[in-house]
């Protein structure tokens, strides 16, 4: 019937939407958080040392500005140390040290003939930090180098760009020219930073900003968790709508809304398609849809031999109903009239095969098994005979002269059930005799007067006590050789009154006569029973075989010579 995908299923995911959703906003928070983190810190690093810079340059162009250029040209060798003019410039660089924040060192240099860079007065008292007078300045910095060829109208300090390292540490250190009145550079005052405090600074700004990220995001895992919550919800309804659907579950739900427009698109796509296939179920065996789906196949041509019980329903007098009515009333009372029986079908599970006109065929037992098939069968023909009476009733009640009477037969046998049809187009069917032989049953309700005729293949799988049924005859249907015993199905035990029972045992015991040839002896029985429509038909059967025999090999059947 049909074949597996040979397209291997790719295999299913891990995560949960709501952990997925978490995990995402979570993980797209912390990586902006660090990327922010990263070139805020840079900026920010950047910041607090061009500030920095800015300040310490302020300070040593102030600060040269206290020092006699005068009073410093005239120190020029190591005795010059003990000179006042020397401890005058000292004193006066150790108050800028004091007054200044953080400054470590201050000291002036000058520049010799020779080009080298020396000490002349350094405001350390610590003698072994004290660079004296003459010293050589080594590691000496561009800014330092740059000090001493700046022009008078130039910048009046340069600071280093960046720390630079030496033997006494780590510094920032900011250079401002000392001029003579003729414009000449006479030495360059030297400011130095260590830059621990700044670093450390540095370091305060940045844990700062580490520890906001830290907390935006510890934030916003719970916003992250509400957003994934909400647009979780709708769509795990959405996924329990459409498994629903899979499963060809097609009723409606509570409506979904999301403040997300994809949503709403997809559920709206989602009803459009449950309408679509509601109307697709009318069409097709809705069971047999839900068994392709599950088992994840394309239905193809194809079908197997299966014992089925097959139902065939037909309205009594149906042309002559339909030739004095309206068009749009006979399609209207027909649908009310085919719902009912329909709806009694779907009661037992039946696979409703096709309407041909008002004639109704289903069967049971496929594409699911069910043991009780003929049971079933049966319960559902009581059931459809019921509910077209009150169907009829509400139609009196309505003031409508209409009422149809509703001709059933039953067969249980073995059949081909399965995809008939083209590559294009199927149809889920059974074919068969035993079809064919319950059309002939459905037919013959018209010769006996009676509403349901069985086949012995079907009354003999009924449970016993289950059902009232009579033997009406044995019949040879048209085209077959094999005789059948054929069972009317008279109500289910306990519904059928004590009188029909009494004539049912009189109606079999004059069966049993006329088939032992005792034709006068049935007669007389059946004209006792000349209000039941298959008596009179046995009875007048009886009475041709008194006048004119049957032949000696004839075994009790009687020949079907119609549809």
Aim: proline share 5%; glycine share 6%; charged share 25%.
């Amino acid at each position: 019937m049909s074949r597996p995908d040979p397209t291997p299923a790719k295999p299913l995911g891990r995560f949960t939407l709501r952990f997925t959703l978490v995990a995402a906003f979570t993980g797209i928070t912390l990586l902006v958080s660090v990327v922010v983190a990263l070139a805020t810190t840079s900026l920010v690093g950047d910041f607090v040392r061009d500030e920095f810079r800015l300040r310490l340059a302020d300070l040593a162009a102030v600060a040269v500005s206290d020092i006699d250029p005068a009073m410093h040209h005239r120190l020029q060798v190591a005795a010059d140390q003990d000179t006042d003019a020397y401890r005058v410039i000292q004193s006066r660089l150790r108050t800028i040290r004091d007054r200044g924040t953080n400054i470590r060192f201050v000291y002036t240099t000058r520049r010799g003939d020779d080009g080298q860079i020396r000490f002349v007065v350094d405001a350390e008292e610590n003698k072994a930090e004290f660079s004296a007078l003459g010293d050589v300045y080594q590691d000496v910095s561009p800014e330092l180098r740059a000090a001493f060829d700046a022009p008078r109208n130039g910048p009046r300090a340069l600071v280093t760009e960046r720390f630079y390292t030496d033997a006494w540490g780590t510094w920032m250190s900011a250079y401002a020219p000392l001029y003579l009145p003729d414009g000449r550079v006479e030495a360059v005052l030297g400011l130095d930073i260590s830059a621990h405090r700044v670093l450390e600074k540095e370091r305060r700004y940045q844990w700062v900003l580490w520890g906001a990220c830290g907390v935006l995001s510890a934030l916003m895992m719970p916003l992250a968790y509400l957003i994934a919550q909400r647009i979780r919800r709708p769509l795990s309804r959405l996924e329990s709508d459409m498994r629903k659907v899979r499963e060809f579950n097609l009723e409606s739900t509570p409506p979904i809304r999301s403040r997300v427009i994809e949503i709403n698109r997809m559920v709206e796509q989602l009803e459009s398609m449950r309408s679509g296939l509601r109307s697709f179920q009318k069409y097709v065996p809705a069971e047999l849809v839900r068994r392709l789906i599950a088992r994840g196949v394309d239905a193809e041509t194809g079908g197997t031999q299966q014992v089925l019980t097959v139902f065939m329903s037909d309205i009594e007098g149906f042309t002559s109903l339909s030739e004095r009515m309206a068009p749009d009333e006979l399609v209207q009372h027909l649908g009310e009239y085919l719902t009912v029986v329909t709806d009694s079908l779907a009661l037992t599970g039946a696979t409703v095969d096709q309407y041909v006109g008002d004639a109704v065929v289903a069967f049971w037992n496929a594409p699911e098994p069910v043991p009780d098939h003929a049971q079933r069968a049966c319960e559902s023909a009581l059931a459809a005979q019921a509910a077209i009476e009150t169907l009829n009733q509400r139609w009196l009640a309505r003031g409508l002269d209409l009422r149809f009477r509703t001709r059933i037969g039953i067969n249980t046998g073995t059949a081909i059930v399965g995809n008939i049809g083209s590559d294009n187009r199927l149809s889920y069917t059974a074919i068969g005799d035993q079809v064919n032989l319950t059309s002939r049953l459905e037919g013959a309700n018209k010769l006996y007067g009676t509403s349901v005729l069985l086949s012995q293949h079907t009354r003999d799988q009924l449970p016993p006590g289950r059902f009232v049924t009579r033997r009406v005859d044995q019949l040879i249907p048209l085209g077959k050789t094999v005789p059948i015993k054929v069972y009317e199905l008279v109500g289910r035990e306990g519904d059928v009154p004590s009188g029909m029972l009494a004539a049912i045992a009189e109606y079999e015991a004059a069966f049993t006569l006329y088939q032992q040839r005792a034709f006068g002896a049935a007669i007389a029985k059946l004209e006792t029973l000349s209000q039941d429509p298959p008596s009179r038909v046995l009875l007048g059967r009886c009475r041709e075989y008194l006048d004119r025999p049957p032949p000696p090999d004839w075994d009790g059947s009687f020949l079907l010579t119609s549809k």
